[in-house]
């Protein structure tokens, strides 16, 4: 009985525990570090779109690029059927730099949708634990 006593003696000052926790998160009580460990920073992800725009724009123009390196090239070439095949290959590398290209601004605009989506989550969550701090402002459980 002594040992069934003591079980529910833990799980009740557990239970006590996390309303107090949540109480100190929502900024109602006697935790020391408030509501800021609800904030998050979106400086890491706008940076991160920053990187994926700056990708995109040094492969803009990589199409312009090859054009210029390839001028003349099949001039007086014609018969030989490997150069032939650098034309198909060279529009090949320019697919998938323009794929590329356009897979960086997508992911960009992911990465500033998730910093603004998570400061959305931030201030929902803090919102609601508004009514938990008001009814234990200064209660311990």
Sequence with gaps: MA?????????????SGVRQRLSDLAGGGGGSAGGDQLRHSDGA????????????AH??????????AHEG?????????????????????????ETARREC??????????ARAQGETNETVKS????VARRTVGVER
């Design 105 to 114: 601004g997508a992911l960009a605009g992911n990465l500033r949708a998730v």
């Design 128 to 131: 609601s634990f508004t009514p």
């Design 73 to 97: 090239l099949l001039a007086g070439t014609v018969g030989l059927s490997a150069l032939a095949e650098l034309g198909a290959v060279r529009d090949s590398w320019e697919r998938r730099f």
């Design 45 to 56: 992800w706008l940076r991160a779109a920053g990187g994926a725009e700056g990708m995109g």
């Design 59 to 68: 492969l803009g123009p990589v199409r312009t690029e090859l054009a210029t």
């Design 3 to 15: 040992q069934f006593r003591s079980t529910i003696k833990e799980r009740a000052s557990g239970v």
